[in-house]
């Protein structure tokens, strides 16, 4: 069977950490293929709520194998951090392995994304600070450091030295701040490749031969689609491929090797950062969706903007990565509004359009149309089928589908892992 992926459809926080616990467990791998410790997923499942932000999902699921891919950028002290956490809490998983090929954000990564950021002044893009962006910088570059540096200790020691040297003169030539204690991260940086080598394979390698084999893969996106650095909107982007061929490249496999692709929306938008938002709502509507919808970045903790179904930029995103079925999370979260809406076009500079313009300047000028549908006004958190929905919530998921051109397979209608609508099996490709 190829490989199915599991992203995000919107800027982030659609619920993938949710639609992953779900669906992890008739998996043999769980590979997480971009982004970093910027990245937060949310699970709530009978062993409490957890908080990922560099570990796969599917943890939770025994003989399920965690796999961190080529894609990703390894923040060592803070996956350390995380697992540490998750045996506190009394989940460990049996074995995570860690791409050869994943880059390394480092301390100064972090400082620098400081500067950058402060630097940008009223351009700012609302980075979470984790040194994300310029560790995919040096990535870019070629003067990143990789896990797979850290099998070999003392030519480690030694790149990170010189890393952190380079790195201290911009700090210090460029933006006149404080430089880094190179000795003292060389000496962390020691400790950090004793308890990561371990888990440092060829994990590309070790995909491959699963596929050949028949195996049940799951691919976990990090950020949302729209954050895609090449197919979002740019720059207020992430540094990454969120999408499915960030997936292929991460893993290297073929397209032909993906199958079931599915991608969970929110049942209404948000954003953390800043950015264009055609349907944000300002006052006492978003600040509804923001407190009933407990809308805090996993990461921040930062308030998230919040506004209704945007049509056209969730179809940009589905058409981009071809989804064969869509996950609707959150949709409780509409429960007791009279009326829902949804943006079905947008008027820029007094034209109709139905695209998702490139440019983030063009996309900050358009003004929603929507399409208004009637609310349910009950609860819809007991719902356990199809059946159990009010009728007006049907129609808005099927709206959904029709606007989407995808199906419908998940409907979560609350945190839990039981508080899902499985309408169809999204393991399954029509």
Not at 140 to 154: E, H, I, Q, T
Not at 230 to 237: N, T
Not at 294 to 318: I, K
């Amino acid at each position: 069977m190829p490989a199915a992926v599991i992203l995000g459809g919107h800027w982030g926080d659609e619920g993938k950490g949710k639609v992953i616990d779900l669906l992890a467990g008739r998996c043999a791998y769980n590979v997480r293929y971009s982004g970093g410790s910027n990245a937060g997923h949310t699970v709530v499942n009978e062993r409490g709520t957890f908080a990922f932000h560099q570990v796969p999902c599917g943890v939770f699921h025994p003989g399920v194998i965690p796999m961190l891919a080529a894609g990703v950028v390894l923040d060592p002290e803070a996956l350390l951090a995380e697992l540490a956490e998750l045996e506190r809490r009394g989940v460990r998983p049996e074995r995570l392995y860690v791409s050869e090929r994943a880059h390394l954000v480092m301390p100064y990564h972090r400082l620098l994304d400081g500067y950058l950021e402060a630097q940008r002044q009223d351009l700012r893009l609302g980075t979470t600070g984790m040194g994300i962006g310029p560790a995919y910088a040096d990535k870019a570059s070629r003067d990143g450091l990789r896990a797979g540096d850290m099998l070999d200790p003392d030519r480690f020691v030694q790149l990170v030295r010189r890393r952190a040297e380079l790195a201290n003169e911009y700090i210090t030539a460029v933006f006149g701040g404080e430089p880094i204690d190179v000795e003292d991260l060389a000496r962390q940086s020691a400790e950090w490749a004793v308890l990561i080598a371990p888990m440092v394979c060829d994990v590309e390698r070790e995909i491959r031969a699963a596929l050949s084999q028949g195996q049940v893969i799951m691919l976990e996106g990090a950020q949302g689609a729209l954050l895609d650095i090449d197919a979002g909107s740019y720059p207020f982007v992430t540094s990454s491929s969120s999408g499915v061929a960030g997936a292929c490249a991460s893993l290297g496999i073929p397209v032909r090797e993906v199958g079931p692709i599915v991608v969970a929306l929110h049942a209404y938008m948000t954003r953390v950062g800043e950015g264009p938002f055609p349907t944000e709502l300002e006052g006492e509507a978003g600040q509804y969706l923001l407190r009933v919808g407990n809308e805090f970045g996993t990461t921040t903790g930062r308030p998230r903007r919040c506004g209704w179904f945007d049509a056209v930029a969730s179809r940009y995103a589905l058409d981009v990565n071809g989804a064969t079925s869509l996950a609707v999370t959150k949709l409780d979260v509409l429960d007791h509004l009279g009326h829902v809406r949804i943006c079905v076009a947008y008027e820029i500079d007094g034209k109709r359009v139905s695209h998702l313009p490139s440019r983030a300047d063009v996309l900050a000028r358009a003004r929603p149309v929507y399409e208004d549908l009637p609310g349910w006004k009950q609860s819809t958190q007991n719902a356990r089928t199809w059946e159990d929905l009010p009728p007006a919530a049907q129609r808005y998921i099927r709206r959904i589908e029709e606007l989407m051109g995808a199906p419908v397979s998940i409907v979560a209608v609350g945190p839990a892992r039981d508080q899902t609508l499985v309408l169809r099996d999204p393991l399954e490709v029509a």
